[in-house]
């Protein structure tokens, strides 16, 4: 420090002798002036100094101390990473539990539910069984065995047409229906009359209020029953006795839409009767071409019941219904052989494999309509202007279970 100001003073009168005009540097008052303020000034230096060195001291420690800081932060945020890292890891197999859990829970739901909705389906279809049985439970066992022989009762020169007996009564009169599309139905007295046009009483000319269509009319206790012309799926109750509809009805299940034998080109429904009562036989929907069979209350023309049915509408020519079974008749291209290879029971008692080989005498061409009376337990049928009376040969079914 004193060699400092030694050198400051020395400073001090080298600068009053070069600066200082020689007159001022003769002056020991101008002199001491100037060295005392270059001794605040040195003062003040010095204070910067000490000020500098302790804020670089300051500085210093500040930086020892981030250093220190800055380790340590590193060493929490690689703690803190793993921490979150091992965090995440643990987040990730409980959201696996969690959905794994989920699904044996959806799982047990779903086998659940599916127990329910077969439970639920089997309940339906014993109670559907426990109902077509209610309804089919007719003092009614036979099953068809064979077509014994055939009796020409007519002929005529109409290719198309019906005739038939009342399947419910023991009336003895002969229906007789011309053509596919027509309103004049014939009452025979009895088949002898129906026989011998020369006998009398000459038969009653009964003119319909609306035409029918087809050859699928049949007569039960009194009433015809047909598919009304011009109409897609209506059946006519019709009564005889008082030349008026009684009622009518339109068929479900897509009747009506398609030919329902493809070698009867004018029958889109058949009507039928058997021991059980009235049933029609239409085309299901859609291009397979399978038959609907449908069970129909005479008296409210209420459907019963429906059943679809194995049988192909392709290359049948007719069908008919005995003790609830239905029977179809085929044939190749509309010619012989005429045979049943589709039977269906809604009851499930018979199959084909319970049956013979079903043929019917040989005829020249496909049948316009075959019918089961239930009274006579004989098929009404007209082949190519021919009314044919074909006997039958039957047994007995297997009980229900």
Known sequence: MVALQQASAFLVLFLAALLLPPQCAQDPAMVHYIYQRF???????????????????????????????????????SEYRSAVANLALRVERAQREID?????????????????????????EAEEEKKIRTLLNASCDNMLMGIKSLKIV????????SWMKDAASSSQKVYFLIGSRNKTLWEFANMRAFMEDSTKPAPRKLILTHSWQGTGQVIHKGFLFFHNQGTLNEIIKYNLQKRTVEDRMLLPGGAGRALVYQHSPSTYI?????????????????????????????????????????????????????????????????????????VYDPLGTIGEEDLPKLFFPRRPRSHSVIHYNPRDKQLYAWNDGNQIIYKLQTKRKQPLE
């Open 39 to 77: 001794q605040v000034l040195e003062q003040g230096l010095e204070k910067c100094t000490q000020a500098t060195r302790a804020y670089i001291h300051d500085f210093q420690e500040f930086s020892k101390n981030l250093s220190v800081m800055l380790g340590r932060c590193q060493t929490s945020t």
């Open 154 to 161: 007519k002929k005529t020169m109409d290719t198309h047409g």
């Open 270 to 342: 058949d009507l039928a009767v058997d021991e059980h009562g009235l049933w029609a036989i239409h085309a299901g929907p859609g291009i397979s071409g399978h038959l609907v069979l449908t069970k129909i209350e005479p008296g409210t023309l209420g459907v019963e019941h429906s059943w679809d049915t194995p049988c192909r509408s392709q290359d049948a020519e007719a069908a008919f219904l005995l003790c609830g079974v239905l029977y179809v008749v085929y044939s190749s291209g509309g010619h012989g052989p005429h045979r049943v290879t589709c």
């Open 100 to 124: 794994y859990l989920e699904y044996l829970r959806e799982a047990d739901i779903c086998l659940e539910s599916e127990d329910k909705t077969l439970a639920e389906k089997l309940i339906q």
